[in-house]
């Protein structure tokens, strides 16, 4: 059975930093594109980032680019997101997913984790 389960979520003030942690299950981990994507009330899901297998590829969308980073574990099957300088319009459910290849659309997804970013 899959598995993506998101933690590290929560409210943080303007400026604040969060690491979102996505621990995987079911699948062969190490061989999968891992994403995290984000959808605010009202506005739609949008790619945050996304990295290679092998970690040795990643892409950072532009409205996070130098604060968000993204990394993975293939020991432990766990993806992560440092989120740091956070801003209110980064207030969204981050969810986690995997899919084959560079551009195909996730095969798998978690059930997602709020972050809210509010003084």
């Known amino acids: 059975q899959v598995q993506l389960v998101e933690s590290g979520g929560g409210l943080v003030q303007p400026g604040g930093s969060l690491r979102l942690s996505c621990a995987a299950s079911?699948?062969?981990?190490?061989?999968?594109?891992m994403l995290w994507y984000r959808q605010g009330l009202g506005k739609e899901r949008e790619l945050v980032a996304r990295?290679?297998?092998?970690?040795?590829?990643?892409y950072i969308a532009d409205s996070v680019k130098g604060r968000f980073t993204i990394s993975r574990d293939n020991i432990r099957s766990t993806l992560y997101l440092q989120m740091n300088n956070l801003k209110p319009e980064d207030t969204a459910v981050y969810y986690c997913?995997?899919?084959?290849?560079?551009?195909?659309?996730?095969?798998?997804w978690g059930q997602g984790t709020q972050v809210s970013v509010s003084s």
């Open positions: 997913a995997a899919a084959r290849t560079w551009r195909s659309d996730p095969e798998y």
């Open positions: 079911g699948f062969t981990f190490s061989s999968y594109i």
């Open positions: 990295i290679s297998p092998g970690a040795v590829s990643t």
